[in-house]
């Protein structure tokens, strides 16, 4: 049996998805277990720690592993994982030539590239928030000097080069596959953020994505993406 | 022909010492073009945007590629197209069971978990020094409080994960290869700018690290790894 332990609002939502992917392709079953969020701090609750000992979500556990290496963690091993093991006709995941390079690519620079500018921009801004009042102008300040620096260098360019690959293509590469779930809680994050400018084809994408059958049934599931 | 194009003192070292080590096993053979950092804002120069759209290191050209495909970006897709494409005793990455899945793990943490609060730390350090004066002791403010919450719940909840899976293993994966490569790099970034505190396993495993040859031949190529 697999167990997902999903974090509400978080970037687990991605292992739901695959998983509803996997379910509607293969008649794969998994069990969902959803755990809420602090509700002062928004942070993931102590009891994740529990499970393993980052502490943060998704982990899945599979009992189909040896026992004592049951229990994963990271986003994209996960996913890595989940579709060596049962997407047995790799209908989510190309394996050579030019679609591995680009699905192997998104894969690592979601949470390579363009999470780790938009997580930043998160906290500096919760910071902001919650420096007593006489500091938070300079607070902000120093929120919005690191936010412009990352924001032209990091996260303007990510989503540049994101536009320009989408041309003429549906998917990262090609058909609809990991990389696409990988990528798109970091797009869709930074959209709900900070907005994405006018970018039609990243746009286009995300609708693709959100049209999906999988997609639509890890909404009924686990519920909404953001909170 | 084989180019990597490699910032100093960046984390492009690790693909430095990957192909120092592909060198050593297979002989094989790359151009190594070393970009100094702007000497003022220690940032990456603009040349590396002509490149590749994201101007960050690693970036590497092959010209076994089709043409118009053959430049690639982010480290971690660099380190599995040279072990997938010049590795092919697979000395340095397993493919199938547990090595595989601590393999992909560790491959995906080093940049998914390790990095991003460490390189966040950086930053808002250098933000708190640049503050004008009647402003530093809120940015220093911000920096502690950030820098504490994240050092409690990421940095040091990694670092004992990885202390504790070293137990009884030379290498993360068993034997040596594209993982601790990844890893190594965030590690040691840690490790400069905040101590490890004390981690025997950690501290001896980095030692492995830097005395392997193919180590010890890219710092004489690149130079050393931090500034």
Redesign the interface.
């Known amino acids: 049996m697999i167990v997902l332990h999903h974090l509400e609002k978080s970037r687990s939502f991605r292992i739901v998805w695959l998983l509803e992917e996997l379910k509607l392709n293969y008649g794969l079953d998994y069990r969902l277990h959803i755990h809420k969020r602090d509700a002062e701090t928004f942070?993931a609750p102590g009891e994740l720690k529990e499970l393993h000992?980052?502490?943060?979500a998704p982990i899945l556990s599979d009992d189909s592993l040896?026992e004592g290496?049951q229990v994963?963690?990271?986003?994209?091993?996960i996913i890595?994982?989940l579709l060596k093991t049962y997407d047995v006709r790799h209908l989510f995941y190309p394996t050579e030539g030019?679609a591995?390079?680009d699905y192997?690519?998104w894969l690592?620079?979601a949470?390579?590239?363009l999470?780790?500018p938009a997580?930043?921009y998160l906290?500096?801004s919760k910071?902001a928030e919650k420096?007593p009042f006489f500091?938070r102008f300079?607070?902000r300040?120093?929120r919005d000097?690191?936010a412009k620096v990352i924001l032209s260098?990091?996260i303007r360019?990510?989503l540049?080069?994101l536009e320009?690959s989408l041309v003429g293509r549906e998917y990262l590469a090609g058909a609809f596959g990991g990389a696409d779930i990988q990528m798109y809680f970091a797009v869709a994050a930074v959209q709900q953020r900070m907005g994405l400018e006018n970018r039609p084809n990243i746009a286009a994408w995300l609708a693709r994505c959100e049209e999906r059958a999988g997609f639509v049934h890890a909404v009924e599931a686990s519920g909404p993406v953001f909170g």
């Open positions: 942070l000992p980052m502490g943060k040896p290496n994963l963690a990271e986003s994209a091993l890595e994982y030019q591995w390079r192997t690519f690592h620079f949470e390579g590239s999470m780790p997580v930043m906290i500096l910071a420096t500091a300079v607070a300040k120093i000097t690191v260098g990091n360019s990510a540049d080069l320009s």
